[in-house]
């Protein structure tokens, strides 16, 4: 069955440094999603991304965020200056289409654990 | 705005036993809701999804069911293994949105052999 893959599978960085979070989103898909989860807590919804273009964003999503699609098959998640509460697991999923056009499930990858030192 | 609580918090069954766990949230205007598996250190596995007009979906020993107008979803295991010990988080997709899911906080599950 096609996955969603993210690399690393664990990122540590000291605070202050830029890190970039990758993922494959399954091939056929064409929305692409990033959610986070601190310790012990829920899981947060980040941005969503369709036709090279932010569709929403949460308010955790602020300036220092960004996600790019580089190429036709990677979705890349960006925090240029770490700090210690960006701390988590960052996941990146993806569906076929948006929600509403055909309820399909969002398909999560396993996350990368970002350690911010 | 949209809260999604799941009770219990934690739960340990021994293995056989059959099983409810619970998602309620706080706004029905969703256009589903959906079922996930997460074990330690892991990604989400998509278990179920049950549209709004819905009331129920089934995959092999798993049954969720959906009550939109009181605002609550059961997952229902039948015949619990070890190897179904993980945490289980429901997520609703709010009508206001096209994109995101809210995630409650789950229901840590140990089945003991």
């Known amino acids: 069955e096609p996955e969603v893959t993210q690399t690393p599978s664990h990122q540590v960085t000291q605070m202050g440094q830029e890190v970039i979070l990758r993922c494959v989103p399954i091939?056929?898909?064409?929305?692409f999603y990033w959610y986070r989860q601190i310790l012990g807590q829920k899981v947060e919804f980040l941005v969503s991304f369709y036709n090279n273009e932010i569709s929403e964003k949460s308010e955790i999503f602020d300036d220092q965020f960004s996600v790019e699609r580089p190429d036709g098959s990677n979705f890349t998640l960006k925090i240029r200056s770490t700090k210690l509460e960006d701390s988590a697991m960052y996941f990146c999923?993806?569906?076929?289409?948006?929600?509403?056009?055909?309820?399909?499930?969002?398909?999560f990858g396993d996350g990368t654990r970002l350690s911010i030192l | 705005k949209q809260e999604v609580t799941q009770i219990p918090a934690a739960l340990s069954v021994p293995e056989g036993e059959n099983l409810v766990l619970n998602c309620s949230f706080t706004d029905s205007a969703i256009y589903n809701l959906q079922w996930f598996r997460q074990d330690p250190g892991k990604g989400l596995t998509s278990l179920l999804l049950?549209?709004?007009?819905?009331r129920e979906q089934t995959s092999g020993r798993l049954n969720a069911s959906l009550d939109k107008s009181s605002g609550r979803s059961t997952l229902y295991i039948a015949a619990s293994q070890p190897g179904d010990s993980a945490t289980y988080l429901c997520?609703?997709?709010?009508?206001?949105?096209?994109?995101?899911?809210?995630f409650g906080s789950g229901t840590r599950l140990l089945v003991r052999p």
């Open positions: 999923a993806s569906t076929p289409t948006a929600r509403p056009q055909n309820n399909q499930p969002q398909h």
């Open positions: 049950i549209q709004s007009s819905q």
């Open positions: 091939s056929n898909h064409l929305y």
């Open positions: 997520a609703v997709g709010p009508l206001d949105s096209s994109y995101k899911l809210i």
